[in-house]
């Protein structure tokens, strides 16, 4: 119980400092709401102006503002967008659902396909196979996201044909109407580019421990008693090397988000990432802080179920912490 009280504790005070952090560094930026809002040729006059100033609340001290917000999103109101007109909650909702199955099914697929690809690696160290998966890892391991992007984008979906060329939906048509295939053939392409970056860092990482097991006196031991290397592998490698795996697949949750941020805008996919890059460009505070507080959410409770898992996956660990008490 005191655990749990203090992750929610824990959880509260980074939510706390992260919106802090980002009031302020909104505040340092030039972006003028307003004039962002109204665009360059607006006509409007300095009455009207005015008045959008005083309706958004930018009249007040900087500190009144975030204290007003703060007392609002306690309550469960994160006030309504400059840009959008809309409240803040419902424009995150529809759009974090948008995003969380996107990074869920890249999650997954880096995952388990740099697991399995790194322990191939380690199997067949020094052979052309873990050579062919070095590099291909270390090229995708150094691509930037958004070029990567707009390759797949060209060659799958305007080359091939294979896949929408972008949007989360197909366009002009109402939600009632939207398959859940429709939604899945236009997540396929997005969620492919995510999870064959995200495979680099675990296949790397699963073939260095692995190769480290493999070299250990336990293994040499075995392999005198006529084990063979994959039955040593199934029996005793996966569980030397599971508990590092996890800990990198779930420490890259918050890269993950990044990636998902500049992929969702090439692919025009409806997701925070969408939302992000419009809320920080015109300055739309109230969109920009809630979006943050969701993601911060996002890695924080991406860590804490690494840490649930972990004795599950190592009974070391559980006993370790009954010692503790």
Not at 143 to 159: C, E, H, Q, S, Y
Not at 226 to 242: M, Y
């Amino acid at each position: 119980m005191k655990k749990i009280i203090w992750q929610i504790a824990k959880l509260f005070f980074l939510l706390f400092a992260i919106s802090i952090i980002t009031f302020l560094l909104m505040k340092l930026t030039p972006i003028d709401p307003v004039s962002s809002y109204l665009g360059a040729d607006s006509n409007v006059t300095q009455e009207q102006y005015d008045y959008l100033v005083k309706v958004w609340g930018l009249d007040q001290p900087s500190i009144v503002q975030y204290f007003n917000w703060i007392k609002g999103a306690l309550t469960g109101n994160m006030g309504d967008s400059f840009i959008y007109n809309k409240p803040v909650s419902e424009l995150i909702s529809k759009a974090a659902s948008n995003t969380f199955m996107l990074m869920l099914t890249s999650w997954l697929l880096s995952g388990i396909i740099g697991f399995i690809l790194g322990i191939v690696a380690a199997a067949y160290h020094g052979r052309v196979i873990d050579q062919i998966i070095q590099k291909i890892s270390y090229l995708f391991a150094s691509m930037p996201t958004f070029w990567f992007a707009i390759l797949m984008l060209m060659f799958f979906a305007v080359k091939l044909g294979w896949f929408p060329v972008g949007m989360s939906a197909p366009i002009g048509v109402i939600d009632k109407d939207i398959s859940l295939w429709d939604r899945i053939h236009h997540m396929i392409l997005p969620a492919m580019t995510l999870s064959i970056l995200g495979i680099s860092k675990i296949a790397l990482h699963t073939r260095e421990k692995l190769i480290d097991v493999l070299n250990s006196e336990y293994f040499l031991y075995s392999k005198v008693n006529g084990e063979k290397l994959w039955e040593f592998i199934r029996k005793h490698g996966i569980r030397n090397i599971l508990l590092p795996a996890v800990t990198i697949q779930f420490a890259s949750i918050s890269e993950l988000f990044g990636g998902s941020v500049l992929v969702e805008n090439v692919f025009s996919y409806a997701g925070l990432g969408n939302i992000t890059k419009i809320a920080g460009v015109k300055g739309d505070m109230p969109l920009l802080l809630a979006i943050t507080l969701v993601s911060a959410i996002f890695v924080f409770v991406g860590n804490l179920c690494a840490n649930i898992l972990y004795p599950i996956i190592d009974p070391r660990i559980r006993e370790g912490m009954y010692n503790d008490r």
